[in-house]
T-cell receptor
Framework: DAMVIQNPRYQVTQFGKPVTLSCSQT?????MYWYQQKSSQAPKLLFH???????NEADTPDNFQSRRPNTSFCFLDIRSPGLGDAAMYLC??????????????FGSGTRLTVV | GNSVTQMEGPVTLSEEAFLTINCTYT??????LFWYVQYPGEGLQLLLK?????DKGSNKGFEATYRKETTSFHLEKGSVQVSDSAVYFC?????????????FGSGTRLSIRP
């Protein structure tokens, strides 16, 4: 089945130690998104790629970076994780262009713990 | 600006009860509207959607009607089950020239008692 896959499901990292979360998709969607979801809150958009074009949200901290080497893969890099970065990180995809009429397809998320 | 407001939870109901979760929105332009469901420890799943005024989205017994006059998209189900226990997010999508953005409400936690 076509899907969005996030690895790992659970990630524990040390305070200040760089960490990378990965997302892959078999849907061939041209838009990929990264959301941060803290406990009992709505997902918050960090950034998205439309094909190779990177779009950062204005309030996304510089500590968060992203890479998209090809259509299928997208990575979230946290350069120096702080305790406040502990959250569920959700990857999603959509078709661009008429994307407003389609929902996103989400992965199962990676729960990041910072110790 | 664009925003979504949904009723605060938690909502606790008995099995087979009628469910309504209220959702209203503010948007410039003509948004598409969605309900997403999140089961414990999982990502979000699209439950239903409506893309224009008076459209009704439906899935798994859930329904919601896009009401432009009241800027609402309330979620309803006639008879809930224990397996419906989850967090429900109302959302809107505004299309841009490059990609759409989905804006989520704060979520409503639903618990169903056997």
């Amino acid at each position: 089945d076509a899907m969005v896959i996030q690895n790992p499901r659970y990630q524990v990292t040390q305070f200040g130690k760089p960490v990378t979360l990965s997302c892959s998709q078999t849907l061939n969607h041209n838009v990929m998104y990264w959301y941060q979801q803290k406990s009992s809150q709505a997902p918050k958009l960090l950034f998205h790629y439309y094909d190779k074009d990177f779009n950062n949200e204005a309030d996304t901290p510089d500590n968060f970076q992203s890479r998209r080497p090809n259509t299928s893969f997208c990575f979230l890099d946290i350069r120096s994780p702080g305790l406040g970065d502990a959250a569920m990180y959700l990857c999603a995809t959509s078709r661009g262009g008429l994307g407003s009429t389609y929902g996103y397809t989400f992965g199962s998320g990676t729960r990041l713990t910072v110790v | 600006g664009n925003s979504v407001t949904q009723m605060e939870g938690p909502v606790t109901l008995s099995e087979e009860a009628f469910l309504t979760i209220n959702c209203t929105y503010t948007a410039t332009g003509y948004p598409s509207l969605f309900w997403y469901v999140q089961y414990p420890g999982e990502g979000l799943q699209l439950l239903l959607k409506a893309t224009k005024a008076d459209d009704k989205g439906s899935n798994k017994g859930f329904e919601a009607t896009y009401r432009k006059e009241t800027t609402s998209f309330h979620l309803e189900k006639g008879s809930v089950q224990v397996s419906d226990s989850a967090v429900y997010f109302c959302a809107l999508s505004i299309g841009y020239s490059s990609a759409s953005k989905i804006i989520f409400g704060s979520g409503t936690r639903l618990s169903i008692r056997p």
